[in-house]
């Protein structure tokens, strides 16, 4: 099943034909304030909503997709874990790094048609980086790896905004920043997804392919992920789980882009990337910086196109 918020936040299912029926009637009694809470409230309960859904899915009437404002899927998760550096890198890597993470604010997450705003802060570059998230189904603390994907409600596109190089504050300053988290168009239930460690992943800036690598690549892999980071804290319905990204790909956000990602299954979700400065970058990607650079350390891609125009210039 595919599901997703539209317009004003009413809870659509998405049908085969591209249509979207609105079944906000068959949740109406889970409690919740708000389409952050009704989400996750639904993720908590669905086996006693599937059937409703289905029901309330056949019987409607369709409106085609590209007629309706998308949401997001999941306003208001209680966490968003990303693993970090959680790739092979096309195989370039001798070894996988440790297994790490960090968290991402909720008050980031934007959806689809938003637009990522590049703050006033002297980064080096901004980035996004294309993710498979697994949203969580049910309370998960101390998970083994063998049990991990019962846990897994549904998958959705996820890019994980960067504002690199910043002189203080450490992955909190550099990926918390609103707007820095587009999730969607849509949540896919698992039962959909034959195997996500068989995924094509791939994003566009200006139409132009940037990133393009299977979830194969995974160093840890997504029942891994669930066993370390549920051993570390409770995961609740309705949280974030975001997989990693492989960097070679990675570029530079730049005021105007129009930005999509897509996974195999998924949909497609686009955003805009606002720049009220207007600062300039050069457009190359990661691995094409550091095939250009004289020393390569394998499976590390650190390379980052200077910036060229605009403040904190002088400063990248």
């Known amino acids: 099943m595919k599901i997703l918020f539209f317009d004003d936040f009413k809870l659509g299912v998405l049908k085969a034909d591209n249509t979207v029926v609105d079944v906000s009637a068959a949740v109406q009694d889970i409690p919740h304030v708000g389409p952050g809470d009704l989400m ?6 669905f086996s ?23 949401r997001p899927p999941l306003p208001a998760p209680k966490t968003i874990d990303c693993m970090a550096v ?43 980086e294309a993710e ?19 846990y897994i409600f549904g998958y959705t596109n996820f890019i ?24 969607g168009p849509y949540i896919v239930t698992a039962d959909e997804i034959k195997d996500p460690q068989k995924l094509q992943i791939r994003l566009w800036n200006n139409g132009t392919l940037m990133q393009n690598f299977n979830t194969d690549d995974m160093a ?9 980071l549920t051993a570390i804290h409770t995961l609740q319905p309705g949280d974030i789980v975001a997989t990693g990204t492989n960097h070679r790909g990675l570029n530079p956000f730049i005021d105007g882009d129009k930005i999509e990602i897509e996974i195999e299954g998924l949909g497609r979700l686009g955003f805009n990337i606002k720049d009220e400065l207007k600062r300039q970058w050069e457009r190359r990607t990661r691995l094409q910086c550091h095939e250009a650079a ?15 125009s605009g403040k904190y210039a002088t400063a990248s």
């Open 220 to 228: 840890h892999k997504i029942p891994r992920c669930i066993e370390w």
């Open 160 to 183: 994980d905004g960067s504002a690199r190089g910043l002189p203080a504050g450490g992955f909190f300053h550099m990926k918390s920043r609103d707007t820095f988290a587009p999730i």
């Open 40 to 45: 996750n409230g639904l993720i908590e309960r």
């Open 294 to 308: 004289a020393a390569k350390t394998p499976g590390a891609y650190p390379d980052y196109t200077p910036q060229v």
């Open 48 to 70: 006693s909503y599937r059937q409703k859904l289905e029901q309330a899915a056949a019987q409607g009437q369709g409106i085609p997709l590209a007629s309706v404002r998308i």
């Open 86 to 128: 959680n790739y092979m890198e096309d195989g370039t890597r001798s070894a996988p790094a440790p297994i790490n993470a960090f968290h991402k604010s909720a008050s980031a997450i934007i959806g689809n048609g938003d637009t990522m705003v590049l703050p006033d802060a002297p980064a080096t570059i901004f980035e996004g």
């Open 132 to 150: 498979l998230a697994a949203i969580i189904g049910k309370r998960a603390s101390n998970v083994k790896a063998a049990d991990a994907m019962d």
